[in-house]
């Protein structure tokens, strides 16, 4: 079964640093890994979407990286805003599900 | 294009009833699903459908039912509604299973009291 863990839980940074989110999965047979951002009492945005062929994905100021063989994943937020604060969720994809880990709260402090 | 529909937004049920979640998606995605998320937790999947007619249960599927009968609406019926059902529920669609992001709804938060 697969399991997937993101650390840390929460995170606080001052504004425009730069600072990478964490994701590992047990399970390396995978199809696809997906970022989500979530805001309070919000559905889910999709940020990044990283085919398990692909290394990396970039979205402006968001670099996701997969490594299958180690089972990780990063999300890189550069130059950090206040208005990144949000939960960050990772994804997993098998053929047909999503497993999700519990996600960093990110505040990014003015 | 709306993307993903949910409704109700909120719902309160007292325990022992039902009740039916709405889904709706105009994006002709072949693949729905539905997930509930607990305070703190990730989302576990409940039941995801592939194409009208065809549903399969998904991590957490006791206490819920699901039907397809077009590709736009999947619906997810609670019967004798649980206080282990309270949570927030959400609908996503994907173009396909593998290849292809899933979008989501805004969500649905039921509580059972």
């Known amino acids: 079964k697969q399991e997937v863990t993101q650390i840390p839980a929460a995170l606080s940074v001052p504004e425009g640093e730069n600072l990478v989110l964490n994701c590992s999965f047990t399970?390396?047979?995978?199809?696809?890994l997906q970022w989500f951002r979530q805001d309070p009492g919000k559905g889910l945005t999709s940020l990044l979407l990283?085919?398990?062929?692909?290394r990396e994905q970039t979205s402006g100021r968001l670099n996701a990286s997969l490594d299958k063989s180690s089972g990780r994943s990063t999300l890189y937020i550069a130059a950090s805003q206040p208005g990144d604060s949000a939960t960050y969720l990772c994804?997993?994809?098998?053929?047909?599900?999503?497993?999700f880990g519990s996600g960093t709260q990110l505040t990014v402090l003015p | 294009n709306a993307g993903v529909t949910q409704t109700p937004k909120f719902r309160i049920l007292k325990i022992g009833q039902s009740m039916t979640l709405q889904c709706t998606q105009d994006m002709n995605h072949n693949y729905m699903y539905w997930y509930r998320q607990d305070p703190g937790m990730g989302l576990k999947l409940i039941y995801y459908?592939?194409?009208?007619?065809?549903?399969d249960k998904g991590e957490v599927p006791n206490g819920y039912n699901v039907s397809r009968s077009t590709t736009e609406d999947f619906p997810l019926r609670l019967e004798l509604a649980a206080p282990s059902q309270t949570s927030v529920y959400f609908c996503a669609s994907s173009y396909s299973g593998r290849d292809h992001e899933q979008y989501f709804g805004p969500g649905t938060r039921l509580t059972v009291t």
């Open positions: 994804a997993v994809g098998s053929a047909r599900q999503l497993t």
């Open positions: 990283i085919q398990s062929s692909q």
């Open positions: 459908s592939v194409g009208a007619g065809i549903t």
């Open positions: 399970d390396s047979a995978i199809y696809n």
